[in-house]
């Protein structure tokens, strides 16, 4: 067993599905690969299990260093570990890489079997639909007939969702943290912002960059910066930047001035490196079709009317993202159909990120809840 | 560890153990002030209700977790938007009556969300209150156990006061237990009564 509180090194697995996948889009996936890391034991009754669903820019990797990369640690490590909050003493924790990602389950950048080229461009559109359904095979795989829970934030927070409306007898507990039911047209706009970035760039080659040795650079890094702005609230960028200037004075050309300036260049650079940009265009539209009421005559508690999980939902004070309102439409609908459901509103000041940050109230509601489900 | 391990209890809350009479088996019940959910954990255990609370307190929050019960966060006094009309066969407003800002508006919303309303609050003509008024202070006791200066209640009132506000406002009383000390009073309850217990419904014109 790991030393408390730390989950240690893990090792990322692959999953290859021989089977095809029929997408909401109305494309097909003929085979494809799941990425996943595991933290924690299977019990023997198999009813330990937590899946935790990843957003926009994050992947499987959810807790622990990787032997080759120590300062690569898990993007939901300070919340998922030995006698941590998500406690991988008592629980086994399975983090995946949706599909369409670049961490490596088939996406964009895979090679396409039928042409023996990355997909580039004509990877198809993936939904969470469809994200949950892949899911749902992998967690077959892995024995696990009945999820513990399912949990995640932001769009992670929609799979999560989508999981206790497409697999109801197969989530027990959902944990549905900084989440709205459906994008709102600003929302759709900051995204199409990203997405107009990305294919305006002239490397962008219709999604067929690699064919020219080139990546759309320059359009990934912009829509990291719309991206992340979005994700910060107006406080948190004036407590830790202000008009804070890097050289101490205005230079008078359109260099770097203010820190932030520098700081979403830094941020931006950090992510083109790592992000594919057919990635990206497809996350966000998957964020965007998200809608689990539109089938439903726009009545969201008749789209969660199949769910029977128990349901712990979460928002943040300063998220103007997802704000707290949208979580509110959630719980309504939960509670119309009479759900188990526990709400918390946590005044937090650090915007939509906020359930990505070690704030004590947020994961002692976590740990609380947790505790409570039985195995 | 988990809630389910230790049984639900009503102790030192003579007030909870009147409202549970009152509920009737399979009910659906909202808590408005919820605390940490204890009569909302022993409803659902013991009377198989369907519960959720209402709770502001991010700590009460919390302890409502971990009884296990279903609580949601938010302000009262924001109105109960996120209930349908008639959705619950009872709404139950304890010790916190006293401490709303806008009285007729929220039991007029208990009303709308719920087929009866139950609430509970310190009488203030509890006969050691009115002796301290009239030795010059302001009351402070078991059931009103705050000074003046910290104290979070804004409309403290009488039995009599209570019951003249319902007969004005179309709220219909349906039963009443006065308390002293967990002791049922039916002698000059106005004056010897610590605690009102109120079940009422909705009688406007």
Known sequence: MPPEGSTGIVTPQSMHFDESVALKSGARLESYDLTYETYGTLNAARSNAILVCHALNASHHVAGVYADDPRNVGWWDNLIGPGKAVDTNRFFVVGVNNLGGCHGSTGPSSIDPKTGKPYGGSFPVVTVEDWVESHARLATRLGIERFAAVMGGSLGAMQALQWTISQPDRVRNALVIAAAPKLSAQNIAFNEVARQAITSDPDFHDGNYHEHGVVPRRGLRIARMIGHITYLSDDAMAEKFGRALREGVLKFNFDVDFQIESYLRYQADKFADRFDANTYLRITKALDYFDPAAEHGSVLSAALAPAKANFLVASFTSDWRFSPARSREIVRAMVHNWLNVSYAEIDAPHGHDAFLMDDARYHALIRAYLDNVTL | ?205
């Not at chain 2, 808590?31 to 700590?59: F, N, P, Q, W």
């Not at chain 2, 800002?101 to 310190?122: A, D, Q, S, Y």
């Not at chain 2, 006061?161 to 106005?190: K, Q, S, T, W, Y």
Request: some cysteine; overall charge negative; proline content about 5%.
């Open chain 2, 1 to 205: 560890m988990n809630a389910q391990a230790t049984p639900p209890t009503l102790a030192g809350r003579p007030d909870f153990e009147a409202i549970a009479r009152w509920i009737k088996p399979n009910s659906n019940v909202l808590d408005l002030g919820c605390g940490d959910g204890s009569l909302l954990r022993y409803l659902h255990e013991r009377r198989d209700a369907k519960t959720y609370g209402v709770e502001i307190d991010d700590a009460k929050v919390l302890a409502c977790v971990k009884n296990g019960v279903n609580v949601l966060q938010a302000d009262l006094e924001g109105g109960l938007l996120e209930f349908e009309s008639n959705s619950f066969d009872y709404v139950v407003l304890s010790l916190t009556l006293q401490a709303v800002r806008h009285t007729e508006r929220i039991l007029r919303e208990m009303l709308r969300v719920g087929r009866e309303g139950i609430v509970t609050f310190p009488n203030f003509g509890y006969w050691r209150h009115r002796l301290q008024v009239f030795s010059g202070h302001m009351p402070v006791s078991r059931d009103l156990p705050f000074q003046w200066y910290d104290t979070p209640n804004i409309h403290l009132s009488t039995i009599s006061d209570f019951e003249i506000f319902c007969a004005g406002h179309g709220i219909r009383i349906l039963e009443r237990i006065v308390m002293d000390g967990g002791r049922e009073v039916h002698l000059l309850p106005n004056l010897l009564g610590a605690l009102a217990v109120y079940r009422f419904d909705d009688h406007a014109p």
